[in-house]
C-alpha cells in the first residue's frame, strides 16, 4: 500500500478524523458556523491542520503498517 492510498482511506474514515479533531483541537470535520469556518479558510488554519492529519497520519498508521 502507497502513503497516497493509506492516507485517502484514513481521510475517508469519518470516526479518525473526528477523532483526530477532539484531540488534536482541531476542526477538519469543519464543524461550526459558516463565518467562523470563513475565518479558518482565510487564515489557513484548516490547510495548516490538515498537514499535521498528514503527519500523524505517516507516523502512526503509515509506518507501523509498513514494518
Known amino acids: 500500500m502507497t502513503f497516497e492510498d493509506c492516507l485517502t482511506k484514513c481521510v475517508g474514515n469519518k470516526e479518525l478524523v473526528q477523532q483526530f479533531d477532539r484531540l488534536t483541537g482541531s476542526n477538519l470535520c469543519h464543524q461550526g458556523v459558516p463565518v467562523d469556518l470563513a475565518v479558518d479558510k482565510a487564515t489557513g ?23
Open 45 to 67: 488554519r484548516i490547510d495548516s491542520e490538515f498537514m499535521n492529519f498528514v503527519d500523524f497520519v505517516f507516523e502512526f498508521v503509515y509506518m507501523p503498517l509498513n514494518h
